[in-house]
Each structure stands twice: as C-alpha cells, then as structure tokens.
C-alpha cells in the first residue's frame, strides 16, 4: 500500500486540526511500514511544523498539488525534473505565486466587484475565516503556487469568477471553506507522479509487484486524488454531510466526521488485507 491523505477536515479536524483521533490508525499505518503521504492546501511553511509533530519522513504535497517534495535520499534514484531545495528534491508543477496574484487582480477588474486572496487578507482576517491561530495563519499566508480566495456574492458571481479563471488555462477549486486558484496542477497529478517513484523503488528492491493504493479527502480540491486511487474514501465534513461535489466511482463514505472517518476507514481497508 501506499496511503495519500488530505490533511484539513480528513486526517486533520476541520475546527481543532487535530489528529488526535486518527492516532489508532496512524500507529497501524506506521506498523506496517505504509508510506503515508499528504497531499494538502497547505504551505511548505505549514506542512514542515506538522510533519514534526506526526514524526512524519515520507514525500508531502503541498498547494493543491503544486509541488512534490522528496525527503534527499528517499529513493534509490535519482528524481528527474526535481530540483535541491535545503533537506528535500522538489518537483514544481505550479506557477509562481505572484502570476497568480496577478490573474486574480485581472478577474476582479473584469467582474468589477473585490475579490480577496490570502494576499489581500490580514493575519487576524485569516485566522477569522480559517480559525488557524495567529502562528498558523502566518505560515498559511506563505504561500508559493495557491491563491486561496473568497467570492462574497450571488452564485452568478462565482460562476463567472470560475470562468474566468477557466479562460486564461488556469484552474479553479473548492477546499473545506474556500476557493483556490491554481496553474494546471491537482492533487492526483501530484500523487500519481510520486506514485511512479514508488512502483520504480519496488521494482529495483523485488520485482514487480503491483501497488495498492489509498486515497482520503473531504472536498471538491480531493476529487483527483480519489480518481487515481485503488481505495478512495470520503469522510464526512463537519455537519456530518458528505461533499455533494465529489463523486468519484467506487467511493467508500467514511463512518465519522474528518479524522474519526479517517480512522475507521484506515483500520477497515488495512483489515480485509491482512
Ligand atoms: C486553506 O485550505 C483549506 C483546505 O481545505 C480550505 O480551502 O478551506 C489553505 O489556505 C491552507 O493553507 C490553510 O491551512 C487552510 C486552513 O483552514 O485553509
Ligand atoms: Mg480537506
Ligand atoms: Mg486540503
């Protein structure tokens, strides 16, 4: 198995981003030896503290599949396209930062009604709209290749504002509470590149084998990671619904909310294959 998980409102609680309750889980994943891989919204600046407190080693995700980062020495190649950055090999899929700033900018013109990006925002208006505290909302503000962004008016509105971003090539989705424009990147083009370095790393250790894979999310941002995976699981959000948004074939729908769902669905799939 390979396991890739969102991070907001799957592993981590959608209020209190917590893992506490997928720790039964975690342990069994550990145990036997899954890489465990997350594939967030999340800033570099943000994943790096977490990944400490889970005691995490395997490559990460971050900005909605904008960049892969390789803990150096991961595998027993060489990455191809991956550049050295301090500990890691990167391999950037996203646009830069401020190319997207700048789009955002040419949007809000053309629909004559302010658009705010985490750009626009205040560390306090970030910590309101994420309930992030104030160190955390200061990492999130780091941003490289996402532009998170909040559409305050009728749904006309924000159907135009997707359009618009659909017109210049670029890409357009949904996390647990905003909206996010991005370059041409996702999260299962992300997974299914660093998927390739795993089933290589396989075959140069025992042969071919075929790898299993595992997919968690909550929201719209998840629904390419769930269609590239064997085990897709959708955990239910904060009201105990499920994303209407994401329907993806063969979805298992978690029993539990964020981690709790996670927890039961993790321990579940790794008992019908031991
Ligand atoms: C944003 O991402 C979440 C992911 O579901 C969202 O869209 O609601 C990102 O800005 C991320 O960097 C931040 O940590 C998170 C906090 O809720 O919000
Ligand atoms: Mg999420
Ligand atoms: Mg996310």
Not at 99 to 119: C, H, N, S, W, Y
Not at 150 to 166: D, F, H, M, N
Not at 219 to 234: F, I, K, Q
Request: aromatic residues 6%.
């Amino acid at each position: 198995f390979v396991l890739f998980t969102d991070l907001d409102g799957s592993l981590l609680d959608g209020m209190t981003y917590s893992f506490h309750a997928a720790i039964q889980a975690l342990r069994e994943v550990r145990a036997r030896g899954i890489p465990l891989v997350l594939v967030s919204s999340k800033t570099r600046a943000e994943m790096e503290p977490l990944r400490a407190r889970l005691d995490h080693r395997d490559p990460f995700i971050v900005e909605n599949g904008a960049a892969v980062f390789i803990p150096q020495g991961r595998f027993d190649f060489p990455i191809e396209r991956a550049r050295k950055r301090s500990a890691y090999d990167v391999i950037e899929l996203g646009l830069p930062y401020h190319m997207l700033r700048d789009v955002l900018k040419q949007i809000e013109e053309a629909v004559e009604t302010p658009l705010r990006g985490f750009g626009d925002l205040s560390v306090g208006e970030i910590m309101r709209v994420t309930g992030l505290s104030k160190t955390d909302a200061e990492l999130a503000k780091q941003r490289e290749y996402d532009e998170p962004y909040l559409v305050e008016g009728p749904p006309s509105l924000v159907a135009e504002v997707c359009r618009q971003i659909i017109m210049r090539g670029l890409h357009w989705t949904k996390g647990g509470r905003l909206f996010h424009l991005t370059g041409r990147n996702d999260k299962g083009q992300a997974a299914a590149l660093l998927l390739r370095c795993y089933q290589r790393q396989f075959r140069l250790q025992e042969g071919p084998i075929r790898i299993e894979t595992i997919g968690i999310g909550d929201s719209l941002n998840d629904a390419p990671l769930l269609t590239m995976v064997d085990h897709p699981v959708l955990v239910q959000r904060l009201d105990g619904t499920y994303d209407p948004d994401v329907r993806v074939p063969g979805m298992i729908r978690a029993d539990g909310i964020g981690p709790v769902g996670w927890n039961r669905a993790v321990l579940d799939i790794l008992d019908r294959h031991s």
